[in-house]
């Protein structure tokens, strides 16, 4: 247990919808990650969060967003759901300081129909 | 763009055997690689790498970085079936853009008894 809570582990939604998706870090860790793992694309990094602001942006689509509330957990918002969204959704949080290791939760899976 | 290839693709062994894992990278201003290990969950972290040439070794496993040539290994001697996973190979960039990683799509490793 890597002390990453994500909620909720699995969900099944229709295209055009919207979803949220939640991640609590660790005690003590001020960044939050987010990673979107599906079979044909790998682990890809979709956005960082550090102490409430955006800090790293990586391929993140316009209809994802996401933020980091001042108790630091942190919301991916997934809208206008197209089939190809349905991928594993990692959050990871790392320690404040120059330690780049990431502890990760253990994902919700979307599936869109 | 930032980029990390692995190399093998799949690996079958037996347990007892020893394997070698590699990871070669492009980045733009390296901070540091870092190496996981996915079984049916979320990655969890085994080594971070910054210095060329030091190796770092927890168990049996090691692993050791060449910024020269641009690539890392990770070694695992005497292979149980508890090795069995994916090992995924990741780059980070310096601090303004640390969060960024990049993974590479992994190496499924296989430990038959």
């Known amino acids: 247990d890597s002390g990453v809570t994500q909620t909720p582990k699995h969900l099944i939604t229709a295209t055009g919808q919207r979803v949220t998706l939640r991640c609590s870090p660790r005690?003590?860790?001020?960044?939050v990650y987010w990673y979107q793992q599906s079979l044909d694309q790998g682990l890809q990094f979709l956005i960082q969060?550090?102490?409430?602001?955006?800090?790293a942006k990586g391929n993140i689509l316009e209809r994802f967003s996401a933020q980091q509330f001042p108790d630091l957990h942190s919301e991916l918002n997934l809208s206008s759901l197209e089939l190809g969204d349905s991928a594993l959704y990692f959050c990871?949080?790392?320690?404040?300081?120059?330690?780049?290791?990431?502890?990760f939760g253990p994902g919700t899976r979307l599936t869109v129909t | 763009e930032d980029k990390v290839v692995q190399s093998p693709l799949s690996l079958v062994v037996h347990e007892g055997d020893t394997v070698t894992l590699n990871c070669s990278y492009e980045?733009?201003?390296?901070?540091?690689l870092l190496w996981y290990k996915q079984e049916k969950k979320a990655p969890t972290f085994l080594f971070m790498l910054?210095?060329?040439?030091i190796e770092k070794k927890s168990g049996r496993l090691s692993s050791i970085l060449d910024k020269k040539e641009l690539f890392s290994i990770l070694n695992i001697t005497a292979t149980q079936t508890g090795d069995s996973a994916v090992y995924l190979c990741?780059?980070?960039?310096?601090?303004?853009?640390?969060?960024?990683?990049?993974f590479g799509d992994g190496t499924t490793l296989t430990v038959k008894p």
């Open positions: 990871a949080s790392s320690a404040p300081g120059e330690s780049y290791e990431q502890y």
């Open positions: 005690s003590g860790d001020l960044s």
């Open positions: 969060y550090y102490n409430g602001e955006e800090r």
């Open positions: 980045v733009t201003n390296f901070r540091s």
């Open positions: 910054t210095s060329s040439g």
């Open positions: 990741a780059v980070s960039p310096l601090w303004a853009n640390a969060g960024k990683s990049t």
